[in-house]
């Protein structure tokens, strides 16, 4: 299909120009104008026009490096691709182009495939999950991985379905056949980063080789960063937000990490300042497509890139996101059983060849074009590039000049329709599975690729690497549950349903059993609330005995004799002054505030509701709840309670996620499985983040990091990469 830059990172004119390099081995152009409005990298540059090429240029620059104390003719590192993810001929594909082309190939985490062990410049990876490894496995190659996490699902570990769990990936891995593949989310033995300091130091004195550690980039990237460069690591893969993967939950994908480039630039920022920058090589993965972005990312403090997805198009990928399913229409992550397509292995070495070659040609012309003749005198020269259209404060985590644009002040969102493709099937396997959602390859979400509607997609949450452990929600238990009206309510998440007005009495009769059977609060203001049954979980506009909730218009009205949980609805923006005048005057029986403003800043107002509630000293005694139509995820759930929402009305994503029953029965069980996945989806977020409890969440929005510097200022959510407190 034809796919434009705002369905997928990897649209169509990317995947054609890797194509033709994979096919020609030529370089094309250089110095691309980034397309992609909202990606921070497409809006840096090093202020020169994209020049098309013939295809017969020939650089001078040289690209000689070293990872990790390696010579390597090239900054490129093939990346870490497990055996399992991979239909295993691209595995070895990518060991014997290192070998050819002097490069180093990471083996992923799946075990050593046996054609793979043969080959000399690979770095073998150590897991949570140690599948196939022993003291054999690690002598193999020159250098040994530490994988803590990943740009495409931070906080968790790999994750390979049991449908791709068959006989030949059994025995190199050491596993059941057909079980789902559950790498632990923390390493067990490393909860601390001097326990990373005690593993590496083992793992150095029984190889006698390099040691790096893969991390995903989060939060805290810079302190991450300079702690694995204290306890002795030889280097540091940051994976990015957006990174492939071949099979993660949609909700961690999407909402956790943050783009490479603000993580390098930090990253390498805090290395130097610490005095630790030339201890360790440090290698930028996630969405690198071109030389540019190679080239860019080293500017701003990288020594080497990670090529992974570009390696599998140029192998002949075609995004089809399969990956999970095993049925990859051109057999690269197919499964391993009698009559599955395989890539063709001649081709694939080929082609991936061709697109190398032509890959560091572009960059050695690149490096002619800024007057450097060696590759390495390009780490760290933030002085060559240029913002456009940065604002002044990403551009100071970037350490560039930033240039301004009429469109800088333009709105940061672009309100329509929430329900792309990913996301209506998204909806629809919550409700078909009751389980976290799975898909494969990296993020086609907000900003970077789909353009913000929310200032929520504008958010990213934490993932725990390093310097906390993650939390397995497989494995560990993880309270997600809430408590409204100073515990007169209690919540088994923090959802309250909202159902459409088109639903008949039927319909609503079940919503109340399913609130009722999943302790979460139905909301029914305006509506027919059918019978007296399940009052115990309904919010209602008129009082009754056994009424869960009372929901009121008027933040003056005064109800005596009312001995039920009280909220205020407000509509307006001009409201939320006076329904902080009232809590702050009749807390003692009014118990919150349902925010249900219908502008394009909903979230602002929640901010702005929590901070001051704080500041007057009455936070703890009231509830806030917030009601946005087009919330369509678990992730957006969790984003606001971080923000400061104790509980969240959901009303899009119901009606969207239970279309197309087939009778009452269907309905039921559907809606039972849609509640069932949304507890998990959260439960797999807080583990991801290394929360326990879902209390530690609200209000936290230090769990949280803006990708706008307008953004940041009107959440109160510190910048990517920022390092100081939110001022």
Not at 63 to 77: K, M, R
Not at 637 to 661: N, P, Q, T
Request: hydrophobic share 45%; aromatic share 6%; with cysteine.
């Amino acid at each position: 299909m034809s796919k434009g830059p705002t369905s997928d990172y990897w649209y169509s004119d990317v995947i054609e120009e890797i194509r033709e390099m994979a096919k020609y081995g030529r370089p094309i152009r250089i110095f691309r104008r980034g397309v992609r409005k909202y990606r921070i990298l497409d809006n840096i540059g090093f202020g020169i026009n994209e020049t098309r090429l013939t295809g017969n240029e020939k650089g001078k620059a040289s690209l000689t490096s070293s990872i990790g104390g390696i010579e390597v003719s090239a900054p490129i590192y093939l990346a870490d691709m497990s055996f399992g993810a991979l239909a295993g001929v691209p595995n070895v594909v990518e060991a014997e182009l290192a070998d050819e082309l002097m490069l180093i190939s990471g083996t992923g985490e799946g075990g050593l495939h046996p054609e793979v062990a043969r080959h000399k410049r690979i770095f073998v990876q150590w897991a949570s999950a140690r599948f196939g490894v022993d003291i054999n496995t690690l002598m193999a190659g020159m250098g040994v991985v530490i994988k803590i996490g990943q740009g495409a699902k931070p906080g968790i570990g790999g994750h390979l379905p049991a449908s791709k769990v068959t006989q030949v990936i059994s025995q190199v891995r050491r596993i059941p056949i057909g079980i789902d593949a559950l790498s632990p989310a923390p390493h067990h033995d490393i909860y601390s980063i001097e326990d990373l300091k005690q593993r590496i130091d083992a793992l150095k004195e029984a190889t006698g080789k390099p040691v790096f550690v893969k991390v995903a980039a989060t939060n805290y990237i810079p302190y991450i960063a300079a702690g694995i460069a204290r306890m002795g690591a030889d280097g540091i893969i940051i994976d990015g937000h957006g990174a492939g993967t071949g099979a993660t939950p949609l909700v961690v994908r999407d909402n956790i990490g943050i783009p490479i480039e603000l993580a390098v630039a930090s990253a390498d920022k805090m290395l130097r300042e610490e005095g630790l920058r030339d201890r360790v090589t440090l290698i930028a993965a996630g969405r690198i497509s071109t030389a540019d972005d190679a080239a860019k990312l080293m500017a701003l403090g990288a020594d080497a890139v990670s090529l992974g997805t570009a390696l599998l198009i140029s192998m002949g990928c075609d995004m089809a996101r399969t990956c999970h399913r095993g049925n990859c229409p051109a057999g690269i992550t197919s499964k391993l059983v009698d009559g599955t397509i395989i890539v063709d292995h001649d081709f694939a070495f080929k082609s991936s060849r061709n697109f190398l070659t032509a890959f560091m040609e572009e960059l050695r012309l690149i490096l002619d074009s800024l007057g450097i003749d060696d590759v390495r005198k390009l780490v760290g020269r933030r002085d060559l590039l240029q913002g456009r259209c940065l604002d002044e404060v990403t551009a100071k985590v970037l350490g560039i000049n930033e240039t301004h644009c009429d469109s800088i002040n333009e709105n940061i969102i672009n309100p329509g329709n929430v329900w792309t493709p990913d996301y209506s099937i998204y909806a629809t396997q919550l409700v078909r599975t009751g389980d976290v959602v799975i898909v494969s390859m990296g993020s086609t979400g907000p900003p970077e690729v789909e353009p913000p509607k929310r200032l929520i997609d504008w958010l990213r949450f934490d993932g725990a690497q390093v310097t906390k452990p993650a939390i397995d929600p497989y494995r560990e238990d993880i309270d997600v549950s809430t408590t409204l009206a100073e515990g007169r309510l209690w919540l088994s998440m923090p959802v309250i349903i909202r159902p459409p007005r088109t639903w008949d009495r039927e319909l609503i009769r079940e919503a109340k059993f399913v609130a009722r059977a999943n302790s979460v609060m139905v909301d029914l203001e305006g509506m027919d609330i059918v019978d007296n049954k399940h009052l115990m979980r309904v919010m209602w506009d008129t009082y009754i005995e056994k009424l869960g909730a009372l929901v009121i218009t008027n933040p003056q009205q005064v109800m005596p004799g009312v001995n039920v949980p009280t909220y205020v609805r407000i509509t307006e923006a001009g409201e939320v002054s006076n329904a902080v005048n009232a809590l702050a005057r009749k807390n003692n029986w009014f118990d919150g505030v349902i925010i249900d403003i219908n502008d394009d800043y909903p979230e602002a107002h929640l901010v702005r509701l929590d901070v001051e509630l704080r500041r007057r000293g009455i936070r703890d005694n009231v509830d806030l709840l917030i009601h946005m139509p087009n919330i369509r995820s678990s992730g957006d759930i969790i984003k606001l309670v971080a923000l400061g929402a104790d509980a969240v009305i959901i009303s899009g994503f119901v009606e969207r996620a239970l279309h197309g029953y087939s009778g009452i029965e269907d309905f039921r069980l559907r809606f039972m499985k849609f509640l069932i996945g949304v507890k998990r989806e959260i439960a797999q977020l807080l583990g991801a983040a290394g929360i326990y409890s879902l209390q530690s969440v609200v209000g936290n929005r230090e769990l949280l990091r803006a990708l706008s510097g307008r953004v940041r200022d009107m959440l109160m959510v510190k910048l990517a990469g920022e390092d100081v407190l939110y001022r």
